[in-house]
């Protein structure tokens, strides 16, 4: 059983700071990781992807991927209000067993206070 | 931006009937999903689909399910006789390609079972 792992929440951070959120995964055959951003009651929406052992970096959001670890984040700068949503980790684990399918993790509740 | 569609947004269905999930997938992606999310819960996937046929399903993806492309643009979930466990949001998505290229998702169609 393929398993994402992520701290339910809710990480709380004031305005202005950087938020860090983290995914563990359990299938050593990941190859593309993809993040994505949940409002309450809203589809995923993507945000990010990584595909190479690193830092990625697109305007506000860096993700950080360490296959040997099987360690995915996702760091937010700046944290405004409107980045308060749930934010879910989904390695795609490659054509192994066949498919396409993205594993969510139950996703990571971040709150951005005022 | 190219968006994924679905209609209806809200779907309201007595327990035994059939109900038909729709889906206007980004014009040039060749792959469609259907994911499921149980209020509180993880996405999960269902289907996916590929040239026309399942190219993956899960657990979840019984008898009940079945996908359809019935044009060159829908695509379409029908589940043949609800029960009340069926009541989640419907996500449809649509890639370009696999493994790379990613999944974006439609607002989703709210299914509840009566």
């Known amino acids: 059983q393929k398993e994402v792992e992520q701290n339910s929440g809710p990480l709380s951070v004031p305005e202005g700071a950087i938020a860090s959120l983290n995914c563990t995964y359990s299938?050593?055959?990941?190859?593309?990781f993809f993040w994505y951003r949940q409002y309450s009651g809203k589809s995923p929406e993507l945000i990010m992807s990584?595909?190479?052992?690193g830092d990625k970096e697109d305007g506000r959001f860096t993700a950080q991927l360490n296959k040997a670890s099987q360690y995915v984040s996702l760091l937010i700068r700046d944290s405004q209000p409107s980045d308060s949503a749930t934010y879910l980790c989904a390695p795609w684990g490659g054509f192994t067993g066949g498919g396409n399918k993205l594993t969510f993790g139950t996703g990571t509740q971040l709150k951005v206070e005022l | 931006e190219p968006e994924v569609t679905q209609t209806p947004s809200h779907q309201v269905t007595q327990m035994g009937q059939e109900v038909i999930l729709r889906c206007v997938p980004i014009?040039?992606?060749?792959?469609f999903y259907w994911y499921r999310q149980i209020l509180g819960q993880k996405v999960e996937f269902l289907v996916s689909f590929y040239n026309n046929e399942i190219s993956e399903k899960s657990e979840i993806f019984d008898d009940q399910f079945s996908v359809e492309r019935p044009d060159g643009s829908n695509f379409t979930l029908k589940i043949r006789s609800t029960k009340l466990e069926d009541s989640a949001m419907y996500f449809c998505?649509?890639?370009?390609?696999?493994?790379?290229?990613?999944?974006?998702f439609g607002d989703g169609t709210r299914l509840s079972i009566l």
């Open positions: 014009s040039n992606h060749l792959y």
């Open positions: 998505a649509s890639s370009r390609g696999q493994g790379n290229q990613p999944q974006h």
């Open positions: 299938d050593r055959g990941s190859q593309s």
């Open positions: 990584i595909y190479s052992n």
